[in-house]
């Protein structure tokens, strides 16, 4: 999705299709729908994991819905398998069928207020069905707190004062949310330990997600500096061992079911 006018990469975003689709896995696994007709994917990115769904659920018309354009560029639409460019809040917010399956995969944390949102997107779901998201909670670790301080810094504070960054809640906060809303609620966190190779992987990672607006934010003569000082510091936080750079990510998820 796009923030704030920052455009995606999906070239850069794809370098860790792998690791990022573990979380997509584990949420889908959880969703218990058998015949769903109408599947929705808000923040489907470049549409890889979104093929999964019409995988799963062959005979439903899938949706994949992401408001960044070069994202939806690369995704490939099929027998019902279309993607659209659109924006996640104007979705809820617009009028349409109910939707037996509404998921979302790490897009909620770049939505502000996001827990505002939730009672739209539960009046999305038909009866019987399902919504389903997945955010990281991740961000007390050095891979975000590195960056914010980096980017309070002079020269830099000028440039990325109230730039977008994301947030979350514990899966608590979510299960009493949609529970008071009237859903049966399944809400869990799990961290994954992923092993990374190669030069600077974890500025490679965060370059593609969280910190992509604070280094859009930049003018092109500081951001070469603020790139090598962040690359140090990541090094120092995340460093190479013998089997390679450990990067532990907290994720949060919610099933939850409208009877």
Do not use: K
């Amino acid at each position: 999705m796009s923030v704030d006018g920052h455009t995606w990469d999906p070239d850069r975003y794809l370098a860790f299709a792998d690791e990022r689709s573990r979380p997509f896995v584990d949420l889908l696994a959880r969703v218990g729908a058998e015949a769903p007709r109408e599947v929705v994917d808000l923040g489907c990115g470049p549409g890889n994991l979104t093929a999964m769904l019409s995988r799963r659920w062959p005979q439903a018309h899938v949706v994949g819905i992401d408001s960044s354009a070069e994202m939806v560029s690369r995704a490939e639409p099929g027998e019902g398998l279309e993607f659209r460019v659109a924006d996640l809040v104007g979705w809820t917010e617009g009028p349409g069928e109910p939707v037996d399956v509404v998921l979302s995969n790490a897009t909620l944390q770049w939505v502000p207020d996001h827990l505002d949102l939730l009672p739209a997107l539960v009046d999305r779901v038909a009866a019987d069905g399902w919504l389903a998201f997945q955010v990281p909670g991740n961000f007390h670790e050095p891979s975000h707190t590195i960056r914010r301080e980096l980017a309070a810094e002079a020269p830099y504070a000028a440039h990325t004062a109230g730039v977008a960054v994301p947030a979350s809640h514990d899966p608590e906060v979510y299960l009493e949310c949609l529970v008071g809303l009237g859903l049966r609620v399944d809400a869990w966190e799990t961290t994954y330990l992923h092993v990374l190779a190669g030069d600077d992987p974890v500025f490679g990672w965060v370059s593609g997600t969280g910190a992509r607006p604070t280094l859009q934010a930049l003018p092109d003569e500081l951001r070469p500096a603020f790139e090598a000082e962040f690359r140090r510091r990541l090094r120092a936080a995340y460093p190479t061992r013998d089997h390679g750079v450990v990067l532990p990510f907290r994720r949060v998820f919610v099933v939850a079911r409208r009877p």
